[in-house]
């Protein structure tokens, strides 16, 4: 049976477009789940923020209470940068961003992020917090 070759890649295009809508409803659906959780852990971060405010206005009613403030507020602060960093919808490559734009090194792109060696380096000079380019010594072939 002979198949002819525009069917065939009419039915791979759609097979791969429909493939493509799953992926794009699936990573909607987790984005919208990590801003509803980003959305309340600010609100939890603001209300926090305004105690706490309150009682520097007001005189410090204990150290104790203040001192449980604070630690649940960088809590807080530190969760919401993991849930920035784990962001369903950004995938490894806005990850990548942030950590390289922290100044991780490419090594630490590659093992956090599980991206290939050139993408983490790619990342790097464009995102990096430094100007400074990438050694070519060991790298084949490569365009300036």
Do not use: K, W
């Not at 801003?35 to 939890?44: D, G, K, S, V, W």
């Amino acid at each position: 049976m002979n198949i002819d070759p525009l069917l065939l890649a009419i039915v791979s295009g759609g097979f791969v477009a429909l493939l493509g809508l799953v992926v794009a409803v699936r990573a909607g659906a987790n984005a919208a789940r990590a801003h509803e959780r980003l959305a309340r852990h600010e609100a939890e971060l603001m209300r926090l923020q305004s105690e706490l405010a309150h009682f520097g206005e007001g005189g410090a009613r204990t150290a104790g209470r203040q001192s449980e403030l604070a630690e649940r507020l960088a809590l807080l602060s530190e969760q919401q940068e993991q849930l920035m960093l784990r962001d369903d919808n950004a995938g490894p490559y806005l990850q990548a961003i942030r950590l390289a734009q922290r100044g991780e090194d490419i090594d630490s792109l590659v093992a956090t992020c599980g991206l290939s060696r050139g993408e983490a380096e790619l990342i790097s000079r464009l995102h990096g917090d430094h100007a400074a380019p990438v050694d070519r010594a060991g790298q084949g072939g490569g365009h300036g």
